[in-house]
């Protein structure tokens, strides 16, 4: 993920990357804290009221992420310097909970079952990257 991110911001697709980063860095936060959020959760009530202590870091990173998303998402505005999402993205990865979720050391070992693993929904990309929105 974190690679996916540079890629897009070494493409100059700050937007994309951005979208990508706060929508995947959301979706692994809610999978790795097994949280319940609510069909009418926005991000920003996510962000502002459903972190909890025990996310360390997470609960300064996840908004500081979600300050950039938020001018992308809705005034289609990136930001100017890509370096500021990669760090992000890089620091959260790295510095909180969310760095097992892409390590292959930290994944269930043992078969897959394809019949339960077929019943999860993988996420369709746009061309530049950004996940499809519904």
């Not at 493409?11 to 860095?25: C, N």
């Not at 936060?29 to 870091?57: N, Q």
């Not at 500021?84 to 909180?96: D, K, Q």
Request: charged residues 25%; glycine residues 8%.
């Amino acid at each position: 993920m974190v690679s996916r991110v540079r890629g897009l911001c070494d493409a100059g697709k700050l937007d994309a990357a951005i979208l990508l980063a706060f929508d995947r860095v959301f979706a692994d936060t809610v999978r790795a804290y097994g949280l319940d959020i609510p069909p009418g959760c926005t991000s920003l009530e996510f962000v502002s009221s459903r972190l909890r202590t025990d996310m360390g870091k997470l609960c300064d990173l996840l908004p500081e992420l979600y300050r950039l998303y938020e001018p992308v998402r809705f005034g289609g505005v990136a930001p100017a310097d890509p370096q500021a999402i990669r760090g992000l993205v890089e620091r959260i990865y790295t510095e909180t909970a969310l760095a097992w979720v892409y390590d292959p050391r930290s994944q269930p070992r043992g078969p897959v079952d394809r019949a339960f693993a077929d019943t999860f929904s993988v996420s369709r990309e746009t061309t530049s990257g950004a996940p499809r929105r519904s």
